[in-house]
């Protein structure tokens, strides 16, 4: 198992950024996808984005791929999301997500094992 933990979120304005932190604790000695995911008030929970644990290999939701940047740190066992050029519309509760089941670097939700508490970001306008 593994344990997450996120931080970083906050209150920003339009066009700024933010960097979100995913610390993982736990068997993090295996290989898994890390992602994240958010979820606005009354939406579903939507896929931003993901990493290969051990070959860093990323993908990313459309809506964010040229503002958004996946990261690993393995001597830290943590996961960053860098957020640019934020939009009211990025407002959410952002999640992190791990997959045991690595090679699938899925979008859905429901295919994550292990989830943190998420972080608030809000983007004003």
């Known amino acids: 198992q593994v344990q997450l933990v996120e931080s970083g979120g906050g209150l920003v304005q339009a066009g700024g950024s933010l960097s979100l932190s995913c610390a993982a604790s736990?068997?993090?000695?295996?290989?898994?996808?890390v992602a994240w995911f958010r979820q606005a008030p009354g939406k579903e929970r939507e896929f931003v984005a993901a990493?290969?644990?051990?070959?860093?290999?990323?993908k990313y939701a459309d809506i964010v791929k040229v503002r958004c940047t996946i990261s690993r740190d393995i001597g830290k066992n943590t996961v960053y999301l860098q957020m640019n050029s934020l939009k009211p519309e990025d407002t959410a509760v952002y999640y992190c997500?791990?997959?045991?089941?690595?090679?699938?670097?899925?979008?859905?939700?429901?295919?994550?094992?292990?989830w943190g508490q998420g972080t608030q970001v809000t983007v004003s306008s």
């Open positions: 997500a791990a997959d045991a089941q690595w090679y699938r670097m899925s979008r859905d939700s429901v295919e994550y094992e292990y």
């Open positions: 736990g068997n993090t000695d295996s290989r898994y996808t």
């Open positions: 990493v290969d644990w051990r070959s860093a290999s990323t």
